[in-house]
């Protein structure tokens, strides 16, 4: 095979930081908009910058741990349901041994595969027992064995990615003088920050990044104007 072939079979690119950005968008998502609308709220009531930060940095604390909480249960939940339907799937084919095979025959039917095919892969198959399950984990139930350590790789990047969502509202506070003006400048840092996360998180997540820039923006700006009209109203 010569040099340009093999270049050409490894040109394909991937985007393999699929579980981070993810992560990424749900504390950055939050962190950007939950502690903005509380400061909108808390500055429709309160004269002092010193409580709508002090209020603001405990709902960080508080929201990064729960946020992060979630997280791991959710990264957990993933490991253990991957490893109780890989147990099963080990029983199964010990217990219904021709109805597993007749399962692999199935999914290569769906590819156009000839019946001789089909039980020709499933005869191989059923030699080798991890593979075995390893195939019906992957092609009947769609599972891909999850990282052992992701519920805690998942809990620290939400919980940071809320962390420093959450501060960015919060600067306007630190330099204005009233909360009026702290609210115009948060309001000002926190929309031009929520159109950019939103265009790249559009972006990397293949959909149209200007429609995506607008809709975290639009629905960022409309939580701060419910909590400042909401805390007015109840004033």
């Not at 981070?20 to 968008?25: E, F, G, S």
């Not at 502690?35 to 940095?57: E, H, K, Y």
């Not at 198959?125 to 593979?131: D, T």
Request: hydrophobic content about 45%.
């Amino acid at each position: 095979m010569n040099h340009t072939a093999h270049q050409n079979i490894h040109n394909e690119d991937h985007f393999g930081q699929s579980e981070l950005i993810r992560d990424v968008v749900i504390g950055m998502s939050d962190g950007l908009t939950v502690p903005f609308a509380l400061a909108a709220g808390l500055s429709g009531v309160l004269t002092s910058n010193a409580l709508i930060i002090t209020g603001g940095l405990a709902e960080i604390c508080a929201g990064s741990i729960a946020m992060g909480l979630g997280g791991y249960l959710a990264g957990k939940t993933e490991i253990e349901h991957y490893n109780s339907e890989l147990s099963r799937e080990y029983l199964e084919i010990k217990t219904k041994h021709e109805a597993e095979k007749q399962e692999v025959r199935d999914v290569f039917a769906n590819y156009g595969l000839s019946k001789e095919l089909q039980d020709s892969v499933a005869d191989e198959l059923a030699k080798n027992e991890k593979n075995w399950v390893e195939f019906m984990m992957r092609f009947e139930l769609g599972l891909e064995k999850p990282d052992e350590k992701r519920a805690t790789k998942s809990a620290l990047n939400i919980g940071v990615a809320y962390v420093i969502g959450g501060f960015i509202p919060l600067l306007g506070y630190f330099f204005s003088d009233t909360p009026s003006q702290g609210l115009i400048y948060s309001s000002i840092i926190t929309v031009v920050c929520l159109f950019v996360f939103g265009y790249f998180k559009s972006k990397f997540t293949g959909q149209a990044p200007l429609k995506g820039a607008l809709q975290v923006t639009f629905i960022g700006f409309l939580a701060a104007t419910a909590a400042f009209l909401l805390a007015k109203l109840i004033s």
